[in-house]
């Protein structure tokens, strides 16, 4: 644009009003300054004027009036035209309500629902919900020891099995309801121990737990089962071997086995000839206790000529039903010293074969082992492969003067094994600690200096959960009993159980982890009161919550010894270690107790000569011999030598303990065996393990299973309900996306008619969205709807506050069903089914008479009850022969070659002379009534022979009571016939015994040492 | 409100005209522009500015016309030609002043319609920038940047020649 036009621009921009005031004054002044531009501007002003004609059009003015009228004849017309704009406003007004609700709808599931919060809550809740359901397991005795303490061990978890301080409340109650005990006590680490004292137990019948932790409780009720107490007798002779014509002094002792107080019975003596013979019933004895103490005699048959009379206490009363002693007979009817002799000691031999001294029976049986004997046996019966295992046994040296030439032993196939070892005179023993491999043999060597080796097989190491070992096996009763347990196998449910044949007196029951293998101590907290030997088992267990079938399993057994702490103390003076004969004593007998208080009892004093010849009895003698050690425990044969009095066994406690680890456990058969011991023990003796499984003599009970599956309901009902919460959240979404896509859809297809396809660019993207979302939401409604009936139905399954109070309910209001469910859910674990009430009283109150009927419990009980110890080979055997534990004895039993001479031997006995001045009890003095022995039809040749060979009694006192200071005298007079005298006190009373066993040498004075051979027959000859 | 139309009749029509490009659609947007006013004649007392107003529902009712009627074909001005009056009475003149009126009819039918639109309600409507602004909803420098350049299109047609123009028909 040159300057011209520029200007020409400018001169209409003024002509237009476009320049400001000064541009139009400044052109202004231009324009009139200049002629030729004004001449210029006039030309454009009259253009522009011709260019305002160009754009106006003049033409004639149209009729207002009638397009007036037009407009007002057609008033109706703007009226259709505005309910159109109306309807489509209203229709843009809903399709963008329905276009936002559309949006909502879509956007409401991903706003509503946060997976990865909702995981955590979930998780959170799972966790809290888990702390709302406690399970409560009781482990305890399936038969309580009645008399003592029991412990019941109560664990507290929640759902997800992490222990629980909670609250608990147990109550034990009698079988109406009343309470009988109740305690309040807080859980350490979900652990707590129930207790009931043993005044308590004989009352209690149920024991209900009640767990609480915050809003969350558990309860948990179960049947108790009471041993009833049942006393055992123990029967006492006045001599070791009788004489036909004798008179027979015998008392029996009823006391409580855990107490060991005594007890009132009705007993009823009887005496036979052989086993399973006759029972002859001795009227004249006490048919009943008193002081616990009943006592009677018996006149043995002269013309008898039996090797042995059995003498017998019976009463349904007594836990033994049965109690029998062996006394062996002297046969007269034998011609010759040495056939009499070697026939007496053979009877002899018979009955009392396990008690005698090694060299003692060496002695005694010609051409006996030259070679050294020896025990061996693992710590708990088994070899266990895999953990350290301990290897006990004892050794018997044949040349017991060489004391310094110990045997050498050592285990074949251990090559590292160590020895712990110490020695005896007679013996050498100790253990071996080795690892032994599975299915690997090992045998004990044994070799002394100059004599051949002998070995000892040892079973087979097995895969076995654990081995047993005890650090205090003679400990006194107060003390807890210390055990290690070697765990081989982990992932193992592991019970130690301490108690005898009868009853439980304490347990442990837990799970030995993941690690393996470990030592893992075990405390038992045993009653003081249960004292003397019990047996300590240990069981493998199926998993408290484990649906397997497997059964208890016994793996190792070993018995130890409870030290009384409450005893009697038995003081003799007056009693000189040598006296002369004839001479007259007066023994001052004094009992006190443990705290060295005087204390009134009652007694059994006995006094005899003992044989010259016979071997004598070793093992502890009297009650506390009895009652404690003898009536339980099988001693293993090389343990011979024990001192008769239990109290100096106890001193040495090494030994005792080897002993029992090599000993089994006597079993009783008064009982029936529940508790699979029998079968343990015949398996222990046989070196086999039992692959039988056993019935475990504890109580479990849980309602953890129960717990858990309202828990995983609970839990299912929360999934459920987040289901729920999501499923109605995309239901509502897509009720959502198909409500507002369909009035999209039919908003924008009214728009679409109103506006025209002109607007297609507006409503048609709009309504294929509103299209598809229909569709979508059409769509996930279908697939919901089928849905909806399935997660509607959850819910109603548990509600959430539901496990809190259902099992309350379950126990309070149907406790019975609760119970069934809980034993019915229990049937694999045989000691629950045991423990049914119907069960445990059969087997509790079954008499004693049913054993009698049952012929093989009968030969087993007269076995076992035996004074002589049995062995498992004469369990086998029957009749007479078999009742005799003399098994690898030569001339067991009754041997046909001597029963053929007996009758040749009759015309050549002489008369045995009178007996009245054999120092015999008299009467008058609270001794035992004797008749007068009849006349002996069957003199000896030799009087001499007789008298050294038979143990003469000369006092017994069966029951004597002390003054209240626990003092009594009692004069003896020392016969004439010297020799080494014993004499053995008994008392008993206040839940204490005592046992004292005292020697005396009764010899002429020394000046007649010299001539000793001569005076024989002068003593003789001496009345 | 007849009185208005009747005062501003040419203006509207010329208006009219040259936004839809022929008569008949100028009469038929004239009568719709007066029937909207006249429905509308209750709110004549509170208007301030009746021609702008007027001005301002003609250019819509323009506009309206001119979308719905996007397929009727813009007509030859020359058929129009002879359905406008002339007010001259000489033949020369009449023949001189046809021949430039010819020309600037022609210039203003060249005109973008945006800046036809704000140049008619500028020269038919005397309006004022601010007034055409406030019509078209649109800024006052755009009703000027639309005016410039509408001038600046015209004044070719406008501008006294030194040498013959050449006619663009």
Redesign the interface.
């Known amino acids: 644009m040159n300057d011209r036009?520029l200007l020409?621009?400018q001169m209409?921009?003024l002509i237009?009003?476009?320049l400001s005031d000064e541009e139009s004054a400044e052109l202004v002044d231009r324009i009139s300054s200049d002629g030729e531009l004004a001449r210029?501007y006039a030309?454009?002003k009259e253009?522009?004027e011709?260019?305002?004609?160009?754009?106006?059009?003049?033409?004639p003015?149209?009729d207002?009036d009638k397009?007036?009228r037009?407009?007002d004849r057609?008033d109706d017309r703007?009226a259709p035209k505005g309910a159109a704009t109306w309807a489509s406003r209203t229709l843009q007004v809903v399709a963008a309500l329905a276009a936002c609700l559309l949006v909502a709808a879509l956007g409401y599931p991903r706003l509503s629902i946060d997976t990865e919060e909702q995981t955590l809550a979930m998780a959170k809740r799972q966790q809290s919900l888990a702390n709302n359901f406690l399970s409560v397991s009781v482990s305890g005795p399936s038969l309580m020891a009645a008399d003592v303490r029991n412990d019941f061990y109560v664990s507290v978890e929640n759902a997800a099995d992490e222990p629980v301080d909670a609250e608990v409340e147990y109550t034990f109650k009698s079988p109406e309801g009343n309470t009988v005990y109740y305690g309040l006590t807080q859980a350490v680490n979900g652990q707590v121990v129930c207790q009931i004292p043993p005044d308590e137990v004989s009352s209690a019948a149920k024991l209900e737990v009640v767990a609480k932790h915050g809003q969350s409780k558990s309860e948990l009720g179960l049947d108790l089962a009471v041993a009833p107490p049942k006393p055992i007798a123990v029967l006492q002779t006045d001599r070791e071997m009788v004489e036909p014509g004798e008179l027979l002094n015998f008392r029996a002792v009823v006391l409580d086995p855990q107490t060991n107080r005594d007890q009132s019975a009705n007993v009823d003596f009887v005496w036979s000839f052989a086993q399973g013979g006759p029972r002859n019933h001795i009227a004249s004895a006490e048919r009943s206790t008193l002081k616990g103490v009943a006592q009677g005699q018996m006149m043995l048959p002269a013309e008898e000529r039996t090797p042995i009379v059995e003498l017998g206490v019976q009463s349904p009363q007594l836990q033994n039903a049965y109690q029998q002693r062996a006394v062996p007979v002297v046969d007269n009817h034998l011609n010759g010293d040495d056939a009499y002799l070697a026939e007496s000691q053979r009877r002899y031999e018979s009955v009392y074969s396990n008690n005698l001294a090694n060299n003692a029976r060496a002695a005694l049986l010609s051409g006996a082992a030259t070679l050294p004997s020896v025990e061996a046996k693992p710590e708990g019966g088994q070899l266990v492969a895999g953990v350290k295992n301990r290897l006990r046994y004892m050794a018997n040296r044949v040349d017991a003067d060489q004391p310094q030439t110990a045997p050498q032993l050592q285990i074949n196939g251990a090559p590292e094994a160590q020895v712990a070892a110490s020695n005896k005179p007679e013996q050498a023993y100790g253990y071996f600690e080795f690892v032994p491999e599975a299915m690997q043999d090992y045998t004990l060597e044994v070799s002394e200096t100059a004599k051949d080796s002998i070995q000892q097989p040892i079973a087979q190491a097995l895969p076995l959960p654990a081995a047993l070992q005890i650090n205090n096996g003679v400990a006194p009763a107060d003390q807890p009993l210390e055990v290690e347990v070697r765990v081989a196998q982990p992932n193992t449910t592991l019970a130690l159980v301490a108690g005898d044949d009868y009853a439980t007196i304490g347990h442990n029951v837990w799970n030995v982890g993941v690690n393996a293998p470990i030592t893992q101590p075990v405390q038992l907290d045993l009653p003081a009161e249960a004292t003397g030997a019990q047996r300590v088992r240990l069981y493998s267990i199926p998993q408290e919550d484990s649906d397997s079938d497997q059964n208890p399993q016994l793996i190792a057994e070993r018995i130890i010894y409870r030290i009384p702490v409450q005893r009697y103390d038995i003081t003799v003076d007056g009693l000189p270690t040598v006296a002369q004969p004839g001479q007259k004593l007066d023994l001052q007998v004094a009992v006190t107790d443990e705290y060295d208080s005087p204390a009134p009892a009652t007694l059994g004093v006995q006094m005899e000569r003992l044989s010259d010849v016979l071997p004598q009895s070793q093992q502890p003698l009297g009650l506390e011999g009895e009652l404690f050690l003898n009536r339980r425990v099988q001693v293993p044969r090389g343990a011979a030598g024990m001192p008769d009095n239990v109290r100096d066994l106890e001193q040495d406690t090494v030994w005792f303990d080897q002993v029992l680890a090599l000993s089994s456990w006597r079993n009783d058969a008064s009982q029936v065996d529940s508790m699979g011991a029998m079968a343990f023990g015949m398996a222990l003796a046989a070196d086999t393990l039992p692959d039988t499984s056993v019935d475990l003599p504890l109580l479990r009970r849980s309602n953890k299973k129960a717990i858990a599956s309202d828990y995983q309901k609970a839990i299912a009902a929360l999934h459920s309900d987040w289901e729920n919460q999501l499923e109605q959240v995309r239901l509502t979404s897509s009720w959502l996306l198909s409500i507002a896509g369909s009035v999209l859809i039919v908003c924008l297809i009214a728009l679409a008619v109103l506006q025209g396809v002109s607007k297609i660019k507006v409503w048609g993207p709009g309504l294929l969205v509103a299209l598809g979302a229909m569709l979508w939401g059409m769509m996930s409604l279908n697939l919901s709807l089928p849905s909806m009936s399935t997660t509607k139905a959850i819910p109603d399954m548990v509600a959430l506050n539901e496990p809190i109070a259902k099992p309350m309910m379950a126990d309070r209001h149907d406790l019975s069903d609760a119970k069934a469910t809980i034993e019915e859910r229990s049937l694999p674990d045989g000691a629950l089914r045991k423990s049914a009430p119907k069960v445990s009283a059969a087997k509790l109150l079954q008499p004693a008479a049913e054993f009698q009927r049952n012929g093989m419990a009968i030969e087993q009980q007269q076995i076992n009850l035996k004074q002589g110890r049995p062995s498992v080979d004469n369990l086998a055997k029957g009749g007479f022969g078999g009742a005799m534990p003399s098994a690898g004895m030569p001339g067991a039993g009754m041997p046909a070659a001597a029963r053929s001479q007996a009758p040749a031997a009759d015309a050549d006995m002489g008369g045995i002379g009178d007996m009245r001045g054999m120092g015999m009890p008299q009467p008058g003095r609270g001794m035992g009534l004797m008749a007068q022995p009849a006349d002996n039809p069957f003199p000896k040749e030799s009087e001499s022979l007789r008298r050294k060979l038979l143990p003469q009694p000369i006092l017994w006192l069966p029951r004597l009571s002390t003054n209240s200071d626990g003092q009594v005298s009692i004069p003896v007079d020392l016969p004439q016939e010297p020799g080494r005298y014993r004499l053995l006190i008994d008392a008993h009373g206040s839940g204490r015994i005592g046992t004292v066993v005292r020697y005396i040498e009764v010899a002429p004075l020394a000046v007649s040492e010299p001539v000793a051979p001569a005076s024989e027959p002068a003593a003789e000859e001496s009345p | 409100m007849e009185s208005h139309f009747s005062g501003l009749h040419g203006e509207l029509l010329g208006t009219l005209y040259h936004l839809l490009g022929n008569m008949e659609d100028a009469h038929d947007a004239l009568q719709e522009t007066f029937i909207k006013c006249w429905r509308h004649r209750d709110q004549l007392p509170e208007i301030e500015n009746v021609r702008a107003w007027i001005f301002r529902i003609a250019v819509n009712t323009g506009r309206d016309m001119r979308m719905t009627a996007w397929r009727r074909k813009r007509q030859a001005l020359g058929d129009e030609q002879q359905a406008v009056p002339s007010n001259e009475a000489t033949p020369a003149f009449h023949a001189q002043r046809s021949e430039q009126m010819e020309h600037l009819r022609i210039a203003v039918s060249e005109l973008r319609d945006e800046e036809r639109e704000v140049f008619l309600l500028r020269q038919n409507g005397d309006l004022t920038y601010e007034a055409i602004a406030e019509t078209l909803s649109i800024p006052l420098g755009t009703v000027k940047t639309r005016m410039r350049m509408a001038l600046t299109h015209l004044r070719q047609y406008l501008a006294p020649d030194d040498q013959p123009r050449k006619n663009p028909l």
């Open positions: 036009e020409q621009q209409l921009e237009y009003g476009l210029e030309e454009l253009r522009t011709l260019l305002a004609e160009v754009t106006r059009i003049d033409q003015q149209p207002y397009w007036k037009e407009a057609n703007p």
